[in-house]
């Protein structure tokens, strides 16, 4: 968990408003001290909880009288995660400047064409979505053959050792050539390789997406 705050902390320190920058480096200053590390390589007494905690750098009158415990398990702990809100925060504006909401719908339903760990992120209804984004591709009477091309291509796919390990829409492409079920599923195969032709790399936007879904989904909640 040290590791992880520290990084945390350098990035708010970095990248924060002047308060957080502050508040950031006065942090990494306690907690990378000699005195802090020491303690925590070593079995050493903790001081007493219930004796009030004296703050640094400012009068002790006019400081405010809380004990140890308050400050460890309610101060520090609240300081640290209020930065740590702060830079996800800073990220999620980031990523929302950068893709627009017709955007965002396209690039994570092209995402569920990532053969990554089994077809994990496959979803048919999503890329069934994707078909509309192309609809000079797609016509109507096409979408009721796609439905059933995918249905019958995520079990062949998932069970065929050839895409076993593979990485990326590109490497997908090509195996679907090579193994020559880009005729056995050619309305599939165009689905995979019209993304191709964005003008951004695929790579690129999967793990875009990877760390938007992780950062708004799992680490905000």
């Given at each position: 968990m040290f590791p992880f705050i520290v990084d945390v902390l350098e990035i708010i320190s970095n990248e924060g408003n002047s308060e957080q920058r502050f508040q950031a480096v006065m942090l990494l200053k306690c907690i990378q001290s000699f005195d802090f590390v020491f303690s925590l390589l070593h079995d050493i007494d903790v001081p007493n909880m219930d004796d009030l905690f004296r703050t640094q750098g400012r009068s002790q009158w006019k400081a405010q009288k809380v004990t140890n415990l308050h400050n460890f398990r309610v101060e520090l702990f609240y300081a640290i995660f209020e930065l740590f809100y702060a830079i996800l925060d800073m990220q999620l504006q980031e990523l929302s400047n950068c893709f627009n909401e017709t955007n965002t719908e396209l690039l994570l339903c092209v995402a569920c064409l990532c053969p990554n760990d089994s077809f994990a992120a496959f979803d048919k209804q999503k890329l069934l979505r994707l078909t509309e984004f192309y609809p000079n591709d797609f016509f109507p009477v096409d979408l009721v053959a796609?439905?059933?091309?995918?249905?019958?291509?995520?079990?062949?796919?998932?069970?065929?050792?050839?895409?076993?390990?593979?990485?990326?829409?590109?490497?997908?492409?090509?195996?679907?050539?090579?193994?020559?079920?880009?005729?056995?599923?050619?309305?599939?195969?165009?689905?995979v390789t019209l993304p191709l032709i964005l003008p951004v790399a695929t790579a690129t936007v999967e793990r875009a997406f990877s760390a938007m879904n992780f950062v708004k989904n799992r680490l905000r909640n």
């Open positions: 796609l439905e059933t091309q995918l249905d019958v291509y995520i079990m062949d796919v998932s069970f065929d050792n050839n895409f076993s390990g593979i990485k990326g829409i590109g490497e997908l492409a090509r195996k679907l050539v090579e193994t020559k079920k880009d005729q056995l599923y050619s309305l599939v195969y165009l689905l």
